[in-house]
């Protein structure tokens, strides 16, 4: 029964089974939502049986759809992962990595140069985006791995977390002088407050803010009345030329701190409930095993340094 028609229409019924969703099955599959609804119908015809329930607002599987659904998810994991496999030689050292712009620009990049100097032999491609992940989507955009700021709540790939974070406000001298009033977290305006409106897939509008919030036990209404970005490193450029306040993350805010650019308002760092992960589909090994040790390393020191600079971190 494998023909060419029912692979299509068993790729189609993993992907929207695996997302409970023609529509996210769709964008992951790069066809129309009705293409997915067809192709699944198709699949369901040729075995004569349902494999969804479909309501006005969910799809959820028959007992025979589970079934099919735990089969055709490991053949196609096992089939992604032997084309991986193969489409590496013994002798390629390229290392393909996504990552956050934010991150990538604020702490990858001003390292990258030792990585290379120690690792003459491993062509590290450094990928600037911030798109959800999944298996695959990492194979298909021919990714070894990726770096993301978030919780590390992965269902098909491994993450491991190699640096954690610290939320802190920051602001320019300049902003400072201008409102000598801002002495207490409760002093906080809302509308001098700028916002990354998504730090990660997922995250609330005010994810940052309203959690620093809650743990020094402040609150501040009106957040939507603030500047809005959609990335920590413009958000934090806009504190640094006096345009407001910005939830500083410790990893991408502590050369501006050292340098005096920005200013650690009120000493009240606390620990964030995102980290910095290493996302791959499995364990690694060779070169990509390399990278994640040097990034774990890259994160040790940083951490003995950012100590230095904000010592009542813990």
Same mark, same amino acid.
């Given at each position: 029964?494998?023909?060419?028609?029912?692979?299509?229409?068993?790729?189609?019924?993993?992907?929207?089974?695996?997302?409970?969703?023609?529509?996210?099955?769709?964008?992951?599959?790069?066809?129309?939502?009705?293409?997915?609804?067809?192709?699944?119908?198709?699949?369901?015809? @040729?075995?004569?049986?349902? #494999?969804?329930?479909?309501?006005?607002?969910? #799809?959820?599987?028959?007992?025979?759809?589970?079934?099919?659904?735990?089969?055709?998810?490991?053949?196609?994991?096992?089939?992604?992962?032997?084309?991986?496999?193969?489409?590496?030689?013994?002798?390629?050292?390229?290392?393909?990595?996504?990552?956050?712009?934010?991150?990538?620009?604020?702490?990858?990049?001003?390292?990258?140069?030792?990585?290379?100097?120690?690792?003459?032999?491993?062509?590290?491609?450094?990928?600037?985006?911030?798109?959800?992940?999944?298996?695959?989507?990492?194979?298909?955009?021919?990714?070894?791995?990726?770096?993301?700021?978030?919780?590390?709540?992965?269902?098909?790939?491994? %993450?491991?977390?190699?640096?954690?974070?610290? #939320?802190?406000?920051?602001?320019?001298?300049?902003?400072?002088?201008?409102?000598?009033?801002?002495?207490?977290?409760?002093?906080?305006?809302?509308?001098?407050?700028?916002?990354?409106?998504?730090?990660?897939?997922?995250?609330?509008?005010?994810?940052?803010?309203?959690?620093?919030?809650?743990?020094?036990?402040?609150?501040?209404?009106?957040?939507?009345?603030?500047?809005?970005?959609?990335?920590?490193?413009?958000?934090?450029?806009? %504190?640094?030329?006096?345009?407001?306040? @910005?939830?500083?993350?410790?990893?991408?805010?502590?050369?501006?701190?050292? +340098?005096?650019?920005?200013?650690?308002?009120?000493?009240? @760092?606390?620990?964030? +409930? @995102?980290?910095?992960?290493?996302?791959?589909? +499995?364990?690694?090994?060779? +070169?990509?095993?390399?990278?994640?040790?040097?990034?774990?390393?890259?994160?040790?020191?940083?951490?003995?340094?950012?100590?230095?600079?904000?010592?009542?971190?813990?």
């Amino acid at each position: 029964m494998l023909s060419s028609s029912m692979m299509v229409w068993l790729r189609s019924f993993e992907a929207a089974a695996r997302h409970a969703s023609f529509t996210r099955a769709a964008g992951e599959l790069c066809v129309s939502q009705g293409a997915i609804s067809q192709q699944v119908k198709n699949l369901e015809l @040729a075995l004569r049986r349902p #494999l969804f329930i479909r309501g006005p607002r969910s #799809l959820n599987l028959t007992a025979e759809g589970e079934r099919l659904y735990a089969v055709a998810q490991d053949a196609f994991r096992a089939l992604d992962q032997t084309l991986v496999e193969l489409r590496r030689t013994e002798d390629n050292k390229d290392v393909s990595l996504s990552c956050s712009p934010s991150f990538a620009m604020g702490w990858l990049i001003p390292r990258l140069g030792d990585f290379f100097r120690e690792h003459t032999t491993i062509h590290l491609k450094i990928h600037g985006e911030f798109h959800g992940l999944d298996r695959s989507r990492l194979v298909s955009d021919g990714l070894d791995a990726a770096v993301r700021y978030d919780l590390g709540r992965y269902t098909d790939l491994e %993450a491991r977390q190699f640096l954690d974070e610290w #939320l802190l406000p920051v602001a320019s001298p300049q902003f400072i002088r201008e409102h000598p009033e801002l002495k207490t977290p409760a002093d906080l305006r809302p509308e001098w407050l700028l916002h990354d409106s998504s730090p990660w897939e997922a995250a609330s509008e005010f994810e940052e803010w309203e959690y620093w919030m809650g743990q020094v036990g402040v609150a501040i209404p009106d957040l939507a009345s603030g500047r809005h970005f959609n990335l920590s490193q413009l958000a934090q450029a806009s %504190a640094a030329n006096g345009q407001g306040v @910005a939830m500083g993350r410790a990893a991408l805010v502590l050369d501006d701190l050292l +340098s005096g650019r920005l200013v650690d308002l009120f000493g009240l @760092a606390v620990p964030s +409930s @995102a980290g910095y992960f290493f996302v791959t589909q +499995s364990h690694t090994e060779g +070169s990509l095993a390399a990278v994640e040790a040097w990034l774990g390393s890259e994160a040790q020191a940083f951490r003995d340094k950012c100590r230095q600079v904000i010592p009542y971190l813990k």
